[in-house]
């Protein structure tokens, strides 16, 4: 009972609170980011692995490709790697910033770009699938109007592939909010590194003097619980947005 208590304490200390919700800001902020350049990203590559497959552009077609399933068929974490040793830190952002040091900004920006890269090849296969959900019929009946090729896509087919794959992209960003976690493997920044943080020093703040295993189970409890809520939250939206759609 004394141990439960001494590790219900650590989440009553203020400063352990507010490095752990910052800890979940940052969380959010990554994945936003990632998925936001992942979409931008993921609409190009779908377009170009779908229609420049073929012609004196089919070269960007197949490098489409090629990018896809690499990074769809390896590991988030190997990129994560790979980004920290070859991905150089532009100028911007080695200051600090956000509270965070120079080297952790670097940090953040390398983590972010690998991500990015994981998430957009999986939301290009999305909007893959909603291109190909698309009847030929609208293409021809948009050209036949006098639509250009890039003026049928922007007005005609982009609309209703968002509203198709909307559900679809709402659950890789539940995913991206998870996959961001794998961070933590390079720097002290986000949600899941800051809980094995405040972890490695609960005996500094249980008053036992040593880490016990219901500061284990209190602290990555109060992870699980901001995970599951931020996810659940999204989810549920996502279930009303598929209703909707019906």
Partial sequence: MRELEGSLSILKNVNILIYLMRG???TLI????????????????????NYLSHGKYAILGRLAA????????????LWIFICL????????FQVPLMGLSSVEVGLLFKGIVALTFFESSNIAEIVRGGLNAIPKGQFEA???QGFSA??????????QVYHKIVPTLLGQVI???????YIANIAVIEL????????????QYNGLNQVNVTDVFILFGFAFMVYFVIDFTLSMIVRRTQKKIA
């Fill in 24 to 26: 979940v800001a940052f």
């Fill in 30 to 49: 990554i994945s936003a980011v990632a998925v936001i350049i992942g979409i931008v990203f993921g609409y190009i590559l779908a377009i170009m692995r």
């Fill in 66 to 77: 090629i990018y896809i399933e690499v990074f769809r068929n390896t590991p988030l974490l």
């Fill in 85 to 92: 040793v070859f991905v150089q830190t532009p100028k911007i």
């Fill in 142 to 144: 948009a050209y036949s």
């Fill in 150 to 159: 890039p003026a049928v896509m922007i007005y005609i087919i982009l609309p």
């Fill in 175 to 181: 995913t991206t909010i998870k996959d961001s976690s």
């Fill in 192 to 203: 899941m590194a800051r809980t094995r943080q405040v972890l490695s020093g609960a005996w």
